[in-house]
């Protein structure tokens, strides 16, 4: 039970960070003030949808480990491709 307890605590810092980050990067790195927000919330729901469809065919523990392995190096590139991007320069350092 307390194993449980501090997972959900860990993954909910994880996420409300990583929605953080996106977050800021669509507030300042855009200059339309709505457009950046619609596509990722357009994406993330599309993503859950995707994800959870099929998750919904799979049935035995070996199917679970290739599902869970590849959602996991999914979210690792998308990381990591989170952290190559091309952020603008801030006009006043220039």
């Known amino acids: ?28 790195e855009f200059n339309h003030p709505n457009r950046p927000f619609a596509i990722f919330f ?8 995707a994800a959870l469809n099929v998750e919904s065919f799979v049935k035995t523990q070996n199917e679970y480990l290739i599902y869970y392995g590849v959602a996991g190096l999914f ?3 998308a990381w990591v491709t989170m952290f190559t991007f091309d952020f603008k320069l801030d006009p006043k350092k220039d």
């Open 1 to 28: 039970m307390v194993f449980a307890c501090a997972l959900c605590f860990v993954w909910g810092i994880q996420d409300s960070g990583v929605n953080n980050y996106i977050w800021c990067v669509c507030g300042f």
């Open 42 to 49: 357009f994406i993330q729901s599309l993503s859950c949808f």
């Open 75 to 77: 979210g690792i590139l």
